[in-house]
Nanobody, 128 residues
Framework: QVQLVESGGGSVQAGGSLRLSCAASKSIGSIRRMAWFRQAPGKEREGIACIYNGISNTYYADSVKGRFTISQDNAKNTVYLQMNSLKPEDTAMYYC?????????????????????WGQGTQVTVSS
């Protein structure tokens, strides 16, 4: 498994922006895919963005498409989530996840089971 450390969360007003970072303990070039999830109070954790290493394909949940951008810096072993046009409903704990298993567990990028490593999370609060 890979250790993941998120940073960059905070409080912002609606319409503002934040950039989250996820630092990995090993080369992200060896990690099949990485993703960002979020969990609001009383709700299930949901996948919001994913990036596949190598081909750099990206996928987004409909709720963030066009506002959030996932990217990676292989030299820094870091994945980012740029969040623009933030809304109060974006308020949640944001988690970074990685799938570095030898075998592909599931083709679908969005379920929790698609990842075997998780960070501790960083809080994002958007006020109206």
């Amino acid at each position: 498994q890979v250790q993941l450390v998120e940073s960059g969360g905070g409080s912002v007003q609606a319409g503002g922006s934040l950039r989250l970072s996820c630092a990995a303990s090993k080369s992200i070039g060896s990690i099949r895919r990485m993703a960002w999830f979020r969990q609001a109070p009383g709700k299930e954790r949901e996948g919001i963005a994913c990036i596949y290493n190598g081909i750099s394909n990206t996928y987004y949940a409909d709720s963030v498409k066009g506002r959030f951008t996932i990217s990676q810096d292989n030299a820094k072993n870091t994945v980012y989530l740029q969040m623009n046009s933030l809304k109060p409903e974006d308020t949640a704990m944001y988690y970074c996840a990685a799938d570095d298993r030898a075998q592909l567990y599931t083709v679908d990028w969005s379920p929790l089971s698609a990842y075997n490593s998780w960070g501790q999370g960083t809080q994002v609060t958007v006020s109206s």
